[in-house]
């Protein structure tokens, strides 16, 4: 049974690049939310998607968009990227908008912007 | 009020110590807390959680001590050993508007020595 899976690993862009980072959710999953973690922080929730549509958002800008497929795998879009964006983001996998069960995290994509 | 306190920020116990990590709340929403072990490159993976309505939970080595009065809970770890050495880290989470949304705390570095 696959677990949450995450592309790439690691990134290195330029400010003012755009980036797309790629979830799987686990097997049985349907919702998935992302966050990102600065270093020394704790995960900052972005957004979480459902249905193919985002229910929920954190306190981010739009330069933070996503999308959702119809085999519940996400994406995450970030336009004009600043030096602040450097961080891990995370995707978080779990079953349903009720919460029954836990969220299960990706091992994260590590962007660098220089 | 939709912060998760969480201390202290490190942590040094000998092999065979009980690390205390503690985490406060304000939310009284919040219905579900679960801890994250996150070690480095790697994303965070669910530890142990406990609902409101329990005052404590036990699995293996982790123990969840939780005073819903006092908007407090902390995890203890028994016995702990050079490989509990990790980031570990509180959560909350809150369902609203059809949704739910998990609250991180700041993160304990834990060091157990040999």
């Known amino acids: 049974d696959a677990g949450v899976t995450q592309s790439p690993t690691h990134l290195i862009k330029t400010r003012g690049q755009q980036v797309t980072l790629r979830c799987s959710p686990k097997s049985g999953h349907d919702t998935v939310s992302w966050y990102q973690q600065a270093l020394g922080q704790g995960p900052q929730f972005i957004f979480q998607y459902y249905e193919e549509e985002e229910r929920q958002r954190g306190n981010f800008p739009d330069r933070f968009s996503g999308h959702q497929f119809p085999n519940y795998s996400s994406e995450l879009n970030v336009n004009a990227l600043l030096l602040g964006d450097s961080a891990l983001y995370l995707c978080?996998?779990?079953?349903?908008?009720?919460?029954?069960?836990?969220?299960?995290f990706g091992p994260g994509t590590r962007l660098l912007v220089l | 009020q939709q912060q998760v306190k969480q201390s202290p920020q490190s942590l040094i116990v000998q092999k065979g110590g009980i690390p205390i990590i503690n985490c406060a709340y304000e939310?009284?929403?919040?219905?579900?807390f679960p801890w994250y072990q996150q070690f480095p490159g790697k994303g965070p993976a669910l530890l142990i959680a406990i609902r409101p309505d329990v005052s404590e939970k036990k699995e293996g080595r982790f123990t969840i001590s939780f005073n819903k009065s006092a908007k407090q809970f902390s995890l203890h770890i028994m016995d702990s050993q050079p490989g509990d050495s990790a980031t570990y880290f509180c959560?909350?989470?809150?369902?609203?508007?059809?949704?739910?949304?998990?609250?991180f705390g700041t993160g304990t570095r834990l060091k157990v020595l040999a």
């Open positions: 978080a996998s779990s079953l349903g908008l009720a919460g029954q069960e836990t969220q299960y």
């Open positions: 939310n009284t929403a919040f219905d579900y």
């Open positions: 959560a909350a989470r809150s369902y609203t508007s059809g949704t739910y949304k998990y609250i």
